[in-house]
């Protein structure tokens, strides 16, 4: 009987140490309420973890998975570091600013459009499948960390170059209604739905490539084309462009691997 009653109380101790864990020692237990600076935000919160009043402590939102807070009137989101298990987050239709997100490395799906964000940084988030950052003023948007990432509607921003070309398991993709000016594919990269504005940005037939420091055409046309030889393709399709005067930021049209 004892010895059964040790392993109750070992598991226990385990399951309650699963989220604390996460956290120096005591600072699980600590409130941390007056850390969520927004009011409404504040409000939201309590309702998801039930707490209508008292403190709030990291292990209590440590213990939350997913968090639903759409058109709240919020404008900062200040205390989110402490939801550690985070798999969904929805904070769309508010009036957010920025966005840190450093601390929710298990977070897969995302959706935050219609706020007022100019940078998104969701390099720290290597699990996110799903992401819906559209409508905001976004210009710049890094994705090559996210190797999981499914589903992108990016579209109403200000983003002019979009490069999915290490989302593998990328199958939907949405960035119209931006002035974009560089979209780069992976070679074969198949879509069951691509939204663009410009048809001719990209087609089955190419993608498009802004050209970095140390590019050549022989370079290009062995990472997409399998053989540098084949570099004349490239050249071709752009015009005849002269091979030593490649600039940096230049775009080039680069046919699929064929032949």
């Known amino acids: 009987m004892k010895r059964l009653l040790s392993v109750f109380l070992v598991a226990g101790i385990v399951a309650g140490l699963s989220c604390a864990g996460a956290f120096p020692a005591g600072a699980a237990d600590k409130n941390v309420a007056a850390a969520f ?9 309590r309702k998801a973890l039930g707490k209508p009043r008292g ?3 990291a292990s209590d939102c440590a213990g939350v998975t997913s968090l639903k807070v759409p058109a709240k009137q919020i404008a900062n989101l200040a205390g989110i570091e402490y939801f550690t298990e985070l798999v969904e987050l929805d904070c769309s239709g508010n009036r957010i600013k920025s966005l840190d997100l450093s601390k929710n490395t298990k977070l897969e799906r995302l959706s935050c459009g219609a706020n007022q964000l100019k940078k998104l940084d969701v390099s720290r ?13 976004l210009t710049k948007l890094d994705v090559s960390r996210n190797p ?3 589903y992108l509607d990016c579209g109403s921003n200000q983003l002019r170059a979009l490069d999915v070309s290490r989302n593998k398991k990328m199958v939907s993709l949405s960035c119209e209604g ?3 000016e560089t979209l780069r594919l992976a070679i074969g990269q198949e879509f069951s739905a691509l939204k663009v504005d410009n048809e001719n940005l990209y087609s089955e037939e190419e993608i498009h490539y802004a050209v970095e420091r140390g590019d050549t055409l022989w370079a290009l046309a062995s990472r997409y084309l399998g053989d540098g030889r084949r570099w004349t393709e490239i050249q071709a399709r752009n015009g005849g462009v ?5 600039r ?12």
């Open 125 to 137: 988030n290597p699990a996110l499948k799903t992401l819906s950052c559209e409508r905001n003023s």
């Open 37 to 45: 600076a927004d009011a409404n935000f504040l409000a939201e919160v």
């Open 178 to 180: 931006n002035p974009l």
């Open 148 to 150: 999981e990432l499914g």
């Open 242 to 246: 002269d091979p030593r005067r490649l």
């Open 55 to 57: 403190k709030i402590t």
């Open 248 to 259: 940096v930021g230049m775009t080039l049209a680069i046919p699929v691997a064929a032949g």
